[in-house]
């Protein structure tokens, strides 16, 4: 038989990260070529898991090492050459048997997707290292801009001193980590908070705060948001659904996945425990660096009442009138001799942040 040529994705068994591939089928062996990676398989001890066609998904039976690929006439010589193909490894197979064994596991990961991953992600969360979080939120930010339509960053000098120093005043002990940036946006008054201390903020929001009260007490919740890790916490429920899901449908390569982080920081709510958190976390944030944190409310409630349906802050941060009221409870008048969280060339400086000419 002539040698065969495909290109596929090799898959460790031990982590879902796929591995670009050039796979070559002669003499009865598969030869898997990639980036630091060499493997010689004998056709004979092939066996194949389940996947959607065209994809075909094959390894040794006694290895948890795979490649997937989706070249037909590669797939066909591999069924010609290995009779035990889709035979299990301890030699039992059937058509009903599999589908008996499909349909269980099926139920089972439906059950867990929907009971079991969103009460382990509450213990998982606070477990996740610094350095994966970061490299998570990295990707996340990656993908947000795609799903935004890669709106510019904003960081006119006198725009970012501004914002630096109300971040100063209002991080408290968050790690070092801890990165806001702000994206041009005419239609999203929205801020957003992702895995590894990033917040990213859309201009409108800008637009929307009379008061760098206002403005300060939305960025104080997203730091509440951050020092309780609820974006790694969302996304664990979020990613592992998906990658469960995923499983059911052949796609484990982690393409599912992927797509949902992104999704879920611009769709997803927090619970309402969380809100309530963030907001507690804020009031103290603003009250501690001398602002009046009841403007919190005040915004809230601004946003709320606009029915343009652009404005997507409350569709990712529910708000209600018990949450106002809350906030203005928790919230201690300022003093009326106080200094301002930024003065009024530096409100203007930060408000024109992604302004071409900002104000000097």
């Known amino acids: 038989m002539a040698a065969l040529t495909g290109a596929g994705r090799y898959f460790d068994g031990r982590t879902a990260r796929p591995v670009p591939v050039s796979l070559r089928l002669e003499a009865g062996r598969l030869a898997v070529s990639g980036p630091d990676l060499r493997r010689d398989w004998n056709g004979l001890d092939l066996r194949a898991e389940d996947a959607r066609p065209p994809l075909m998904r094959v390894g040794p039976a006694d290895t948890p090492e795979r490649v997937e690929f989706s070249d037909e006439a590669l797939a066909a010589a591999l069924e010609a050459l290995c009779p035990d193909l889709h035979v299990g490894p301890a ?16 139920i089972t990961l439906l059950g867990l997707a929907a009971f079991g991953v969103p009460v382990l992600a509450d213990a998982i969360a606070p477990l996740v290292p610094a350095a994966v979080e970061e490299r998570i939120g990295a990707l996340v930010e990656d993908q947000i801009g795609s799903l935004l339509g890669n709106p510019p960053a904003c960081a006119a000098p006198e725009g970012r001193a501004a914002l630096d120093r109300l971040v100063a005043q209002l991080r408290g002990d968050l790690p070092p980590g801890l990165r806001v940036s702000v994206r041009r946006s005419r239609t999203d008054a929205n801020a957003l908070t992702l895995p590894g ?5 859309l201009s409108k929001l800008l637009d929307e ?12 919740h997203e730091f509440g948001h951050v020092a309780a890790r609820d974006p790694t916490r969302s996304l664990i429920r979020s990613s592992g659904i998906a990658y469960l899901l995923g499983y059911l449908v052949g796609d ?11 999704e879920n920081v611009l769709s997803a709510g927090y619970s309402r425990e969380a809100e309530r958190a963030a907001d507690a976390y804020a009031v103290a944030a603003v009250t501690r660096a001398g602002g009046d944190a009841a403007t919190l409310a005040t915004i809230l409630e601004r946003i709320a009442a606009d029915r343009d349906e652009s404005l997507a802050f409350l569709r990712s941060h529910p708000f209600t009138r018990e949450r106002a009221a809350a906030i203005r409870s928790r919230a201690a008048p300022p003093a009326a001799d106080r200094p301002p969280l ?18 000097g």
């Open 252 to 262: 484990v390569a982690g393409s599912a996945v992927i797509v949902a982080l992104g």
């Open 209 to 220: 705060a009379r008061s760098p009260d206002e403005f300060a007490g939305v960025l104080a």
């Open 91 to 106: 030699g039992q197979g059937g058509t009903l048997t599999v589908a008996l064994w499909s349909m269980a596991a099926g």
């Open 197 to 201: 201390g990033r917040v990213m903020v």
């Open 342 to 359: 930024l003065d009024t060339p530096s409100w203007a400086a930060l408000r024109a942040i992604c302004a071409t000419n900002p104000p």
